[in-house]
């Protein structure tokens, strides 16, 4: 159990960050109304929302690879909870440049923990890194469950402003989880790094020269997250124009990711290493005729609300399976890989969902948005089929570092 307690205290640092980083969906009708945000208006913000996470996570990425960053295990939550909590007051006096330094300020120090803290949680159980990623996001998953239902019910009961009594439970409990997160240092399994002083791999050497097949895995990767960025926005539109509240609106997208959640823990427990590169192929065909349900206008709220469940569980529930196929196939560059599959990737699919999520809603059919995450999710798992398993990539880069020998 002593071995499993830092990978617990960094999956709760990893709740803190995802909370802080989830408090907004269920007031984006709010915050569309309160800010009189239309058209590309609307766009921006939803992008300043979604970008500076995914940007900072590919380039605190790289920078992990040439040394760790530890500190930001502490800096990146506290930031992100100061900034996120803030977004209330700001948004309550319509200051649309506010809201978005606090989405970039607070996104920057969301996407600065992720990195540095994938590698640590993929080098704690080396025995099993999906398991170890798994439990980390988890923690992760749990966080995104617990901000919109905290948003919601806060606004019901203070407004807006509500956000900022947040801020000093988690402000306080941060310190508490990276002490007990420290503990892991004198572990074994830690992922050895560049030594001070002695030369910095480049980003070439971090992918070993398979640059290609970086850039194909973070396309297939952002294609898949296309639904994961754009659902929280449909749901939270979608309900809003059927006369939810915005507890009630939190509620439901909390519903959806404590599937995520389960799907996590099943995947930690119950499915052995090496399956990672089945579930990016499977799992985004099967959420294909779930979220289909979605861009049914007509469709019943409890059926909507009823098909969340399975749609949360296969297409956020397998998510870390991206992020242990990627430090799987580039080992020596851990941090840059998780930095894809956690940051740029989420950032793709963000930049991808955000014209059709916010023209849809500009027209009053916010539901329809789903019909254009369809195509993307199918090229994700068929396009996924052409990858290589990540066996085929260590024998052939031990083939490659064989000395050659006459005959």
Not at 264 to 275: S, V
Request: glycine share 12%; proline share 7%; aromatic share 8%.
């Amino acid at each position: 159990m002593r071995r499993y307690l830092p990978l617990v205290c960094l999956a709760l640092l990893h709740t803190v960050v995802d909370t802080s980083a989830l408090l907004v969906s269920p007031l984006w009708h709010r915050i569309t109304v309160e800010c009189g945000l239309v058209g590309i208006g609307l766009v921006l913000v939803m992008l300043a929302h979604s970008m500076p996470t995914s940007l900072a996570q590919g380039v605190f990425g790289f920078l992990r690879g040439r040394r760790p960053m530890r500190i930001l295990l502490l800096v990146g939550p506290v930031v992100a909870a100061i900034c996120l909590t803030a977004v209330g007051v700001v948004a309550a006096e319509g200051h649309v440049g506010g809201v978005c330094v606090l989405f970039v300020v607070g996104g920057v120090a969301v996407g600065a923990f992720h990195p540095e803290a994938a590698v640590r949680a993929g080098t704690l159980l080396p025995e099993n890194r999906t398991r170890g990623l798994a439990i980390f996001m988890l923690g992760g998953s749990v966080g995104l469950s617990l901000g919109p239902f905290l948003s919601g019910l806060v606004v019901e009961l203070w407004d807006l402003q509500g956000l900022l009594y947040l801020m000093p439970g988690m402000v306080l409990v941060i310190p508490l989880l990276y002490w007990g997160m420290s503990r892991s240092d004198r572990a074994d399994g830690v992922e050895p790094v560049a030594k001070a002083g002695g030369p910095r791999p480049s980003l070439s050497e971090m992918f070993d020269g398979r640059m290609g097949l970086a850039l194909a895995l973070l396309l297939v990767c952002s294609c898949r997250l296309v639904p994961n960025m754009g659902m929280s926005k449909v749901i939270s539109f979608a309900l809003a124009d059927r006369g939810f509240e915005e507890r009630s609106i939190g509620t439901v997208q909390s519903l959806f990711l404590v599937s995520a959640s389960v799907g996590m823990t099943l995947l930690a427990m119950a499915f052995p290493a090496g399956w990672e590169r089945r579930f990016m192929v499977v799992c985004p065909l099967l959420g294909l005729p779930l979220l289909a349900v979605w861009g049914w206008e007509d469709c019943p709220t409890w059926l909507l609300i009823t098909v969340l469940v399975p749609t949360g569980l296969v297409l956020w529930g397998t998510t870390p399976t991206m992020v242990s196929y990627a430090q799987q196939i580039f080992p020596r560059g851990a941090g840059v890989a998780s930095a894809i599959t956690m940051g740029l990737a989420w950032g793709g699919g963000g930049l991808i969902e955000a014209p059709f999520t916010g023209y849809f809603q500009d027209i009053g059919r916010p539901q329809l948005a789903v019909w254009a995450f369809l195509p993307f999710v199918a090229i994700a798992g068929v396009s996924a089929m052409w990858l290589p398993a990540p066996g085929a990539v260590a024998e052939a880069d031990g083939d490659r570092d064989k000395p050659e020998t006459g005959t």
